[in-house]
């Protein structure tokens, strides 16, 4: 995807949504939000003929909406979210004959988590045999697949690896550094003449601190990629993610930059900043990397993540509407749903009790780091 035109809304219903937006108070709980793009999503699932499981006009992104559906059932509980997630994943069984998109790997690993036995079911069946068939049936076997996505957009083949990578470990997959090596490589070579720079950043950090450490590991060893990435290390990329945020004070507070060099592309009609699926993929990645190390005395991370909960939150229309644009302007899709659902999922696991689901009596250690400097 890439960005589109802003599309201005009339005066009043724009100035309504500036005031809306301002006063986080007004916004959604973490609880109504979830249930308001859940029930939307399953609502407006396809239920019958042909096209059953998947929804209109987005079948090729079904994976990414089921995986939304199965976080919104781990949270709540209602099991109309699981039927729908099911539905969908029978979809993708049917079209998909074994040879599954990115994000329909990790659905099936999504499908799998929820099934009554997690290490033995159709759902991990099938994508264990997804990676047992590019291993050992297809030529040049993993290096070989990774190799021929070869002249697509670096930031395009990024975001498919990681989905793949953190698939592959759900698994075990036997070429599982592979994976993780090939994430790498690819994004050494992510720069501001790809689509979604900041965004690529963001979902390889959550795919790379998913599966293994942010150590000193070289992104681009043999400076081969792009000048950004030179003497860059794993252990830098949260320090990198941050530095995209919009900070306090400016237009778009606690979204993210989709550039970076935060400015709009040479093009007077793209916003530099405000973007939903930019915040979401940021905020996801800043979320695995707080989880892989949680560090309460880290106030950068820790008022990160706030500050991008906040905002999205705040995106989030009280009929579960999603759009390109946090400001709920732009296109809508079905896809943003799918996508705000995995963030807001994942900030649940983070988020101190009041601001999240109050799922158990937990004390996590952003909460303690906010305790802490209340305190001071």
């Not at 609502?43 to 090729?60: F, H, L, R």
């Not at 059932?73 to 109309?80: C, Q, R, W």
């Not at 945020?245 to 778009?252: A, N």
């Not at 229309?317 to 807001?344: F, K, Q, W």
Request: aromatic fraction near 10%; proline fraction near 4%.
């Amino acid at each position: 995807m890439t960005k589109s035109t802003h599309v201005f809304l009339g005066a009043i219903s724009t100035l309504l949504i500036l005031v809306f937006l301002a006063n986080p108070a007004l916004a959604l709980t973490l609880n109504g939000a979830i249930t308001a793009i859940a029930d939307r999503l399953e609502a407006e699932q396809i239920k019958d003929g042909a096209d059953i499981g998947s929804w209109p006009e987005e079948a090729t992104f079904t994976g990414s909406i089921v995986a939304g559906m199965i976080d919104s059932y781990e949270l709540t509980g209602e099991s109309a979210y699981k039927d729908s997630a099911q539905l969908g994943g029978n979809y993708i069984f049917r079209t998909a004959q074994g040879s599954f998109y990115a994000d329909e790997s990790l659905a099936f690993t999504r499908l799998s988590a929820i099934a009554d036995d997690p290490l033995d079911n159709v759902w991990r069946s099938a994508v264990s045999y997804f990676y047992f068939q590019i291993k050992y049936g297809f030529d040049g076997g993993t290096y070989g697949y990774i190799s021929i996505h070869s002249g697509r957009d670096p930031s395009e083949i990024v975001i498919s690896l990681a989905n793949l990578l953190v698939a592959a470990n759900y698994v075990n997959a036997k070429d599982l550094e592979i994976w993780r090596q090939g994430l790498i490589n690819w994004l050494s070579h992510v720069d501001d003449s790809c689509a979604l720079p900041v965004t690529t950043l963001g979902i390889a950090m959550w795919a790379l601190a998913k599966t293994g450490p942010l150590d000193d590991t070289l992104i681009d060893p043999f400076g081969t990629g792009a000048p950004y990435w030179n003497m860059k290390r794993l252990k830098d990329l949260p320090g990198l993610l941050l530095s995209h945020q919009v900070p306090d004070g400016e237009s778009g507070t606690g979204s993210f930059y989709w550039r970076f060099d935060h400015g709009d592309g040479n093009s007077d009609e793209t916003q530099i900043s405000g973007y939903t699926e930019d915040t979401i993929f940021a905020t996801r990645g800043l979320i695995a990397a707080y989880s892989a190390n949680p560090d309460p005395n880290d106030p950068n991370l820790t008022s990160a993540i706030l500050s991008a909960h906040e905002v999205l939150l705040g995106s989030v229309s009280p009929d579960g509407i999603i759009s390109e644009l946090l400001s709920r302007e732009g296109a809508v899709y079905y896809l943003y749903a799918g996508e705000m659902l995995n963030v807001l999922r994942e900030l649940e696991s983070v988020l101190p009790k009041e601001k999240g689901l109050g799922l158990d009596n937990r004390v996590n250690s952003i909460e303690t780091s906010i305790v802490a400097k209340k305190s001071l």
